[in-house]
Nanobody, 127 residues
C-alpha cells in the first residue's frame, strides 16, 4: 500500500502565497510522475501541474507563471509553490502519484504500475 499525505493548505488573501507538500510512503520502488489536481465546488477535477522523475513539467494555462511544482525524488515528495493567488484558485487540491511501482512481500519489484491519490487539502483565497 502507498499513502500520499498532503499538507500546507489554508486560507490566504488574494495576492498571497501558499506552499503545498505531498509525501508518498510505502513499499515504493519508483514513481514515474507526480502531480497536483484541484476541484472547486460544482466543477470537475482539473490538472494543475505535473512533474516526471526526469524533471519534465506541465502546467495548466491558468497557473503558468504563478505556480511552481518541484519534486524530491529521494524522498518521494513533491511541492507546489503558489504565488499571486486569486479567488478562482480556491479549491481542494489533490496530490497524485502515477506509474508507481512497489516492492512485494519478498522485496521483489512488482511488474505492474498503479496510481494513487491523496486525501486533498483545502485552499481558500479571499478577495
Amino acid at each position: 500500500q502507498v499513502q500520499l499525505v498532503e499538507s500546507g493548505g489554508g486560507l490566504v488573501q488574494a495576492g498571497g502565497s501558499l506552499r503545498l507538500s505531498c509525501a508518498a510512503s510505502g513499499r515504493i520502488f519508483s514513481i514515474n510522475a507526480m502531480g497536483w489536481y484541484r476541484q472547486a465546488p460544482g466543477k470537475q477535477r482539473e490538472l494543475v501541474a505535473t512533474i516526471t522523475t526526469g524533471g519534465s513539467i506541465n502546467y495548466a494555462d491558468s497557473v503558468k507563471g504563478r505556480f511552481t511544482i518541484s519534486r524530491d525524488n529521494a524522498k518521494n515528495t513533491e511541492y507546489l509553490q503558489m504565488n499571486s493567488l486569486k479567488p478562482e484558485d480556491t479549491a481542494v487540491y489533490y496530490c497524485n502519484a502515477n506509474g508507481v511501482k512497489c516492492y512485494d512481500d519478498r522485496y521483489r519489484v512488482e511488474p505492474f504500475e498503479r496510481a494513487y491519490w491523496g486525501q486533498g487539502t483545502q485552499v481558500t483565497v479571499s478577495s
